[in-house]
T-cell receptor
Framework: EAGVVQSPRYKIIEKKQPVAFWCNPI?????LYWYLQNLGQGPELLIR????????DSQLPKDRFSAERLKGVDSTLKIQPAELGDSAVYLC????????????FGAGSRLTVL | TQLLEQSPQFLSIQEGENLTVYCNSS?????LQWYRQEPGEGPVLLVT?????EVKKLKRLTFQFGDARKDSSLHITAAQTGDTGLYLC??????????FGPGTRLSVLP
């Protein structure tokens, strides 16, 4: 079974440009998370979805960040416009909350803003 | 805001040595998980502990959840170079969210 798939793995852009990241969770996992991870730090939650509903987006900087999970499966995280401080790894994770609440992570999308 | 603290922040040891890393909080959590993350990859779950005082073993790794469910430790016996990575603890806040600690970066030298 395929794990959590993220793309692109790496992205380099200039500041003020837009960028989008895509995540396909494990089949059947209703809960999807986007985390931001700065170098040498732990992941910080940006947004959590239960199916297509964003149930926790309190940490998402809504002036420049947006996310969607239209059909309750895959999800897109967008930044527009990107700032230098947005350089980080963006991790997607999914879980099956019907069982033990375990997060399965994708490999992440590393963003560098120049 | 619930915060998790991890110590030490960095640890460099020789292969064959033993080590313990810690995860602490002032809050009580429903469960706590340990993940290991290698460069360029996402975190991978090692273990989940649920009951206060619980001890779980995974080969050379021993995990303990504090009696009050506020802290946890990870002990590695006879470390190997393959144990190198970032060890993250994550607390499940009764199904509301996961809170991650800042991690302990372990380097095991040959």
């Amino acid at each position: 079974e395929a794990g959590v798939v993220q793309s692109p793995r790496y992205k380099i852009i200039e500041k003020k440009q837009p960028v989008a990241f895509w995540c396909n969770p494990i089949s059947g996992h209703n809960t999807l998370y986007w985390y931001l991870q700065n170098l040498g730090q732990g992941p910080e939650l940006l947004i959590r979805y239960e199916n297509e509903e964003a149930v926790d987006d309190s940490q998402l900087p809504k002036d420049r960040f947006s996310a969607e999970r239209l059909k309750g499966v895959d999800s897109t995280l967008k930044i527009q416009p990107a700032e230098l401080g947005d350089s980080a790894v963006y991790l997607c994770a999914s879980s099956d909350r019907a069982g033990a609440n375990v997060l399965t992570f994708g490999a992440g999308s590393r963003l560098t803003v120049l | 805001t619930q915060l998790l603290e991890q110590s030490p922040q960095f640890l460099s040891i020789q292969e064959g040595e033993n080590l313990t890393v810690y995860c602490n909080s002032s809050s009580v959590f429903s469960s706590l998980q340990w993940y290991r993350q290698e460069p360029g990859e996402g975190p991978v779950l090692l273990v989940t502990v649920v009951t206060g005082g619980e001890v779980k073993k995974l080969k050379r790794l021993t995990f303990q959840f504090g009696d009050a469910r506020k802290d946890s430790s990870l002990h590695i016996t006879a470390a190997q170079t393959g144990d190198t990575g970032l060890y993250l603890c994550a607390a499940d806040n009764y199904g509301q969210n996961f809170v991650f600690g800042p991690g302990t970066r372990l380097s095991v030298l040959p």
